[in-house]
């Protein structure tokens, strides 16, 4: 499928696997472009530069990549093998690890906010349920097994959450939240992967969490999505007045 969606020219946006997903400085969005396809397993790209500087990804490091093609934005991992000079232009020899999949770019569109949201971690029994409507018919509502959470920005395919709890990257949670849309209050009770943690500086036993959404039905992710847009369109027009 590489050779039949990518082009030489294509710019890319590498993002690094363990890097967290922020609008601000902790994120890491190197950009390239495409240099040379060899078959559907490599690609020869541009060497990354910031500030001027040419950035030396260390072999082994396994990066997302978003094309920017002809056809719409394209995504997958790949890890980096090679690096080299040829005609004064460095360039960087990554090889393909995933599949290639088309991606929606609104939903990697940010909405700053804040909103309360409740986290239960998933614990091995019901891990092993593995389907989130099952896990929520088995989940004890009356157990008090919820941690509280502010949304500091959500988009489509996840969010950033702050909180007390100290919960492990790698975990599975329940995410609890509700919003305001035109016609009514809306609540989502969705499944979600922490990708990272970390704790904020200057904020006693403060945690800041980057999770994924897992399993989330299109009409759900769609009525997000409507909510972040409506929520941009109110500043913008705040912004105007």
Known sequence: MITKVIQVGDKIDLIKKD????????????????????????????MPQEKGKLLLLSIDTVYRLQFYTQGGIYEC??????????????????????????????????LNCL?????????DEELAIGDL??????HDYAKPSYELGTIVDI???GARI???????????????????????IQ??????????????????????????????ENKIRESLIRYIFEEERKKRKSEKS
């Open 133 to 138: 409507k099952r896990i929520l018919l088995k």
């Open 187 to 216: 609540e989502y009770e969705l499944l979600a992967h922490v990708v990272t943690k970390k704790i904020l500086e200057n904020r006693k036993k403060k945690y800041e969490l980057r999770v994924e959404y897992e399993q989330i």
């Open 19 to 46: 890097a967290t997903e922020n609008e601000t400085e902790e994120r890491k969005v190197y950009k390239s472009q495409v240099y040379d396809i060899s078959g559907e397993e490599q690609l020869k790209i541009t």
């Open 77 to 110: 991992s790949a890890k980096v093998v090679d690096r080299y000079k040829t005609d004064n232009i460095y360039l960087v020899v990554v090889e393909i690890i995933s599949a290639l999949k088309k991606v929606q770019r609104r939903e990697f569109y940010r």
């Open 162 to 184: 702050v909180t007390d709890s100290e919960i492990e990257e790698g975990a599975y949670v329940i995410l609890k939240f509700q919003v305001e849309l035109k016609e009514y």
């Open 115 to 123: 909103l309360e949201s409740k986290i239960h971690v998933l614990d």
């Open 155 to 157: 988009s489509g395919g």
